[in-house]
């Protein structure tokens, strides 16, 4: 399991924070296709809903969340109802904030036929987010996908923004947010930049857990990409 901390926290800190464990929402028919989903809205594909029910029991036996946060996209809406049922929670709060990348004209495309076209058009060249870095060419992180597409500096200003929202809400307490790979992403790299994360995936379902200061506004990634309650079985 994947595990970083950038700073130790002792029980005061903690209660002038939020933890936010971050959920990826669980598998589609357009996941097991390698297909571009962006924020079309494919929902669950039976393996997608197992794999909620397994993350639902396992957030289930852990500290009670004092709220469940999702996208507003079938596929992460699905699995949020099933992780607020399991934990006791009686609603869930959709904000279109935590939706996946827009990708524009890419949405659709598996994989494959996306790469080749940004391969023959300078105007897709920021499409991967796992080569969008920190680092990487800033004309690259602003570069918005054509056909209304995000940038990845638009998707990273939107999620963010809104879990600085949550975590004001709820200093104190910890909150599920379920969301998107390439959203999950770019918080990731958000906290930690000093860990490009490059080529790192994040699992359907996996657990990635954020401490926001309610004092200094920092964030801490205590954990990413966790799949642990999966038992290597991503069904």
Not at 157 to 167: D, H, M, P, Q, T
């Amino acid at each position: 399991m994947p595990l970083i901390k950038t700073r130790a926290s002792g029980a005061g800190e903690e209660e002038l924070s939020t933890e936010v464990v971050v959920v990826r929402h669980g598998e589609t028919p357009w996941n097991k296709s390698k297909i571009i989903q962006g924020q079309l809205d494919p929902e669950l594909n039976e393996a997608g809903r197992l794999q909620a029910i397994v993350v639902a029991s396992r957030l289930s036996s852990e500290a009670r969340p004092a709220a469940v946060y999702s996208s507003d996209l079938r596929r992460a809406s699905e699995t949020a109802e099933i992780i607020a049922g399991a934990c006791g929670v009686s609603n869930v709060v959709l904000n279109e904030a935590l939706r996946e990348r827009h990708m524009g004209y890419l949405q659709g495309l598996t994989w494959d036929d996306a790469k080749a076209l940004a391969k023959s058009s300078d105007s897709f060249r920021g499409f991967d987010i796992y080569k969008m870095t920190e680092g990487s060419d800033p004309d690259s992180r602003n570069q918005e996908m054509p056909g209304g597409g995000e940038s990845m500096n638009q998707l990273n200003e939107r999620c963010v923004s809104y879990l600085n929202k949550i975590a004001q809400q709820h200093i104190g307490e910890r909150v599920v947010v379920v969301s998107h790979g390439a959203a999950i992403l770019g918080l990731c790299r958000h906290a930690n930049p000093l860990n490009n994360f490059t080529s790192k995936d994040i699992p359907n379902t996996s657990l990635n857990v954020f401490r926001i200061s309610g004092v200094t506004g920092q964030w801490t990634l205590e954990r990413w990409g966790d799949m642990s309650h999966l038992g290597g079985n991503q069904f």
